[in-house]
């Protein structure tokens, strides 16, 4: 979902908008517990074990739902350690001393001679997947999006918790509607007879209706980009691509994709070749083909946890690569992307045809053999 506000506008709404939505979820609960549960369930109907029940699970999903949304703003989207510029030198002046500047990755993107992309903001070189976050105003690994609603950037480091956000509120606001309509369905003769029904009742069905439609897309929306590795910055990407190949479909002037520059090095030819392809390829490089691979990525490699608040991946100390050179796996750490086996074999089969702009090579590459 691509919610277009503009937000650097009216800076205000990062505040409203999450107290809005945090006070709704208050409310519904209150509405929930006190006027359906307490009152009804309990004081009219003598359903006892049901209303309790009732009471103790909307109570403990409220505090996990609480909670996780602490542990989102505490933790924060993460950020891309400081990288240093690559040093790029012709073919003809390879040199076997130690390296200089940072060993750049096996794969970078790039632009047509094979200079990284670069964060003037950050002053330093964006990873694979990282994107500059005007809000946070850092660099931010695999950035997700800016979550208007819980009032913070969603990035590699907070993603899980996000997801299962999504989760432990579908359960909740399902639970909320659906035991309201119930309630109504039985007893709502009873109440229009006696002429004494509870309009926080309606507004609980109507609410908790709405969000959970809302909740429950995001949560499958979700699920679906990440089985395919894909972040929603990326499934905008990819769609942006689709409009933009069906408007110049009939216009040869124009290329039928936008492309994008990858600097691959291949340890077999022990050279550093410069390859076009399209920013959709580009972005289906990261599939694993597996959605369980996929998933781990995101969501930490046991999947008996993924439910649980607990952090996706152990994170480890990022080095910043100004205070000592460091090949960029290092200064990287767990920010690091993997490509699939598959994008590697493409990128080779483009190299054996030919398919390539040039060939260079970048200070330290010859560490990157073994
Ligand atoms: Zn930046």
């Known amino acids: 979902m691509n919610w277009n506000w503009d937000l650097n506008k009216y800076p205000q709404l990062r505040c409203v908008v999450p107290t809005v939505f945090f006070c709704l979820m208050v409310y519904g609960t209150w509405a929930f517990i006190h006027k359906l549960c307490v009152k009804q369930l309990l004081g009219r109907h003598n359903h006892h074990a049901a209303g309790i029940a009732l009471i103790v699970v909307q109570s403990v999903l409220f505090a996990v739902i609480s909670f996780i949304w602490a542990q989102i703003l505490v933790v924060g989207p993460g950020r891309q350690p400081h990288i240093a510029p690559f040093e790029l030198v012709s073919t003809n002046t390879t040199s076997e001393t130690q390296p200089t500047s940072t060993v750049p990755a096996k794969l970078y993107q790039c632009d047509s001679n094979g200079y990284p992309r670069w964060c003037s903001n950050c002053e330093g070189l964006k990873s694979l997947r990282s994107h500059h976050s005007s809000v946070a105003n850092y660099c931010i690994p695999r950035f997700d ?23 432990y509120c579908t359960v909740s606001f ?197």
């Open 145 to 167: 999006h800016y979550c208007i609603w819980l009032g913070t950037t969603i990035g590699k480091d907070n993603y899980k918790q996000f997801v299962i956000f999504l989760f």
């Open 174 to 370: 399902g639970i909320m509607w659906i035991s309201a309509i119930v309630c109504y369905l039985k007893y709502g003769r009873h109440y229009q007879e006696q002429n004494n029904f509870d309009g926080n009742l309606v507004t609980l069905v109507i609410l908790g209706a709405m969000g959970w439609f809302f909740v429950a897309g995001l949560l499958l929306a979700h699920i679906s980009y990440m089985v395919r590795n894909l972040t929603s910055l990326e499934v905008i990407m990819l769609n942006n691509n689709k409009k933009f190949k069906k408007k110049h479909r009939k216009n040869s002037e124009f290329p039928t994709e936008r492309t994008v520059f990858l600097s691959f090095w291949d340890e077999d030819r022990n050279e550093r070749y410069i390859i076009e392809v399209t920013s959709t390829e580009f972005i289906k490089c990261f599939d694993k083909k597996s959605y369980l691979k996929n998933c781990q990525e995101f969501m930490g490699q046991n999947p008996l946890l993924w439910l649980f608040p607990v952090a996706a991946y152990k994170r480890t100390q990022a080095a910043s690569s100004l205070e000592k050179q460091y090949d960029l796996d290092t200064i990287l750490g767990t920010y690091n992307e993997t490509v699939s086996k598959n994008a590697i074999v493409f990128l080779k089969g483009k190299i054996s045809r030919g398919e390539y702009l040039t060939t260079l090579d970048a200070h330290g590459d010859k560490f990157l053999s073994n």
